[in-house]
């Protein structure tokens, strides 16, 4: 059963730091992985989406790279500002035998903080 | 106008009452999924449908029954809502294939006393 891992649960940096949010999973035959950002009270939004064939993706401060062998990721936030704080939530697709019927597994999130 | 849209937002309601969540999308996905979120727990899967007639149990799906009306419509439903049940509710839609991506709701907080 895949199983995926967030750590730290939380996070409080200051603004402007750089930082690095960590997922990691137990099973690495996954289609991709995809990073979420939840507001308190909203939906989850996505931020970036990783195949399994790719190593890294870029989004404007954010990057997600995917080490699939070792299963983990990682998001890194660059110059953080306050408007980043939010929970921060990896999800997998596990590569069931060739089939997909797009189960995520989700981890359970790392909560940001990010002070002026 | 969001693409996935949910109705209600908040619900409050007593053990034993029958409840229906509903979703509609406005992509054309063919899939649609439903999931439960509970602190600590991250979000698991109820549900999903893969067109309007495939419905298929996820991982948490005792208690809960769902309806695939059209394409673009799928409802969630508590038979005899029990408090355990209280949680944050998502839809969510995507198209056919595994790379795709999903796309949320905004969510439903059900709170059942």
């Known amino acids: 059963k895949q199983e995926v891992t967030q750590i730290p649960a939380a996070l409080s940096v200051p603004e402007g730091e750089n930082l690095v949010l960590n997922c990691s999973f137990t099973?690495?035959?996954?289609?991709?992985l995809q990073w979420f950002r939840q507001d308190p009270g909203k939906g989850l939004t996505s931020l970036l989406l990783?195949?399994?064939?790719?190593r890294e993706q870029t989004s404007g401060r954010l990057n997600a790279s995917l080490d699939k062998s070792s299963g983990r990721s990682t998001l890194y936030i660059a110059a953080s500002q306050p408007g980043d704080s939010a929970t921060y939530l990896c999800?997998?697709?596990?590569?069931?035998?060739?089939?997909?019927?797009?189960?995520?597994?989700f981890g359970q999130g790392t909560i940001l903080t990010v002070h002026p | 106008d969001a693409d996935v849209t949910q109705t209600p937002r908040n619900r409050i309601t007593k053990t034993g009452k029958r409840i229906m969540l509903e979703c509609s999308q406005t992509?054309?996905?063919?899939?649609m999924y439903w999931y439960r979120q509970d602190p600590g727990l991250g979000l698991r899967l109820i549900y999903y449908?893969?067109?309007?007639?495939?419905?298929n149990k996820g991982e948490i799906s005792d208690g809960y029954s769902v309806s695939r009306q059209a394409q673009a419509k799928f409802s969630l439903s508590l038979e005899s809502a029990i408090p355990n049940q209280t949680a944050l509710y998502f839809c969510a839609s995507s198209v056919w294939g595994p790379y795709n991506e999903q796309f949320f709701g905004p969510g439903t907080r059900l709170t059942v006393l």
């Open positions: 990783i195949q399994s064939s790719q």
């Open positions: 992509k054309g996905h063919d899939r």
């Open positions: 999800a997998v697709k596990l590569n069931a035998g060739g089939t997909s019927y797009g189960k995520l597994t």
């Open positions: 099973d690495s035959a996954i289609y991709n």
């Open positions: 449908s893969f067109d309007v007639k495939d419905i």
